[in-house]
């Protein structure tokens, strides 16, 4: 299974992991905020059917989730 290429030494050994995606030939790391942060994918919206859910407000319609 080949991964994706890495942006520092050009191989395609960028491999997904846990935290992101990690290159096993260099070791350079890429890390992704798990559902927060920007650039982060939220949780699908239910409204609108993106997945911009963040802290239970959808950013791209506005619908608002919580409990009573
Ligand atoms: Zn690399
Ligand atoms: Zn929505």
Do not use: I, S, W
């Not at 491999?15 to 030939?25: D, L, N, S, V």
């Not at 927060?36 to 609108?48: A, D, L, M, S």
């Amino acid at each position: 299974m080949a991964g994706k290429m890495c942006p520092k030494c050009g191989q395609y050994t960028f491999f997904a992991q846990p935290f992101g995606r990690e290159c096993t030939k260099c070791g350079y790391r890429m890390v992704l905020p798990v559902n927060e942060g920007r650039g982060g994918k939220g949780q699908r919206c239910p409204n609108c059917g993106k997945q911009q859910v963040f802290d239970g407000t959808c950013r791209n319609c506005g619908a608002r989730f919580y409990e009573k």
